[in-house]
């Protein structure tokens, strides 16, 4: 018996109360496609079809529903995230596998700003429209920080939802300007700084100046990266 836990792409719920959870009662050591499709198939709402313009995501890697084969152990957890660029089909899941999503929409959030349709311009567009708006494209997609956001969309959908909780949530201590650790004797924490520079580097983030701020942080946190870095990002995006 192990347990399949579904989570829409495009809801930032932290909680997991409104996943879709499935349990398989059986003796498999595998999960296969008829496992998903099982979940997913509604006689009449969600077909074999439906389902397979549904992208079904493990660990970052899309699942091929016809070659699935995951090992599993009993009592194994295995998370799915579900994702779908069709409002259509998204509706279809809220209203029908997600449910207890529905009733979040409803009582929290306007539907329509959540899942917003697509408008549709009923007058013909000028040459000279389209050609502006064909400039405006190519310029946008000659933006490497905006395609590379587009292949994380497509490739791995979940991280966006990780990425937003990771800044958003947990017990991170906000860095304030009158902060100021002394710092006594050897700094012993060179590794630990290393690392942080490194990943601050990689997010194209300026540390000149700031260095003894960074060794501060650590010596308050004791060499807790990850307090570290939350506590830097989340200064920086004065959340």
């Known amino acids: 018996m192990f347990t399949i836990i579904f989570k829409l792409v495009g809801y930032d719920i932290s909680s997991g109360e409104h996943d879709y959870k499935v349990t398989i009662d059986d003796t498999c050591s595998f999960l296969t496609e008829r496992h998903i499709i099982d979940s997913f198939t509604i006689p009449g709402v969600i077909d074999i079809d439906m389902i397979k313009m549904i992208r079904f995501i493990y660990k970052g890697s899309t699942l091929s529903l016809d070659k699935t084969h995951i090992q599993v152990e009993n009592d194994d957890v295995i998370i799915i995230h579900v994702f779908t ?12 596998i997600f449910t207890s999503l529905k009733i979040f929409l409803e009582d929290k959030t306007p539907e329509e700003k959540i899942l917003p349709e697509v408008i549709e311009k009923k007058e013909i567009m000028s040459d000279d429209i389209i050609e502006e708006m064909n400039t405006n494209i190519i310029k946008l997609f000659s933006d490497e920080d905006f395609t590379n956001l587009l292949r994380i969309i497509l490739n791995k959908p979940h991280l966006l939802n990780i990425a937003s909780s990771y800044i958003q949530h947990g017990d991170v201590i906000k860095v304030q300007q009158t902060d100021n650790i002394t710092l006594e004797g050897i700094f012993t924490y060179t590794e630990q700084y290393d690392r942080v520079i490194d990943i601050l580097k990689k997010l194209n983030v300026n540390i000149t100046g700031y260095e003894d701020e960074i060794k501060n942080l650590l010596c308050k946190f004791k060499g807790h990266l990850n ?13």
Do not use: K, Q
């Open 85 to 96: 660029s069709s409002v259509e089909i998204r509706r279809t899941l809220v209203e029908n």
């Open 227 to 239: 307090l570290t870095l939350r506590s830097i990002l989340l200064s920086m995006f004065n959340l």
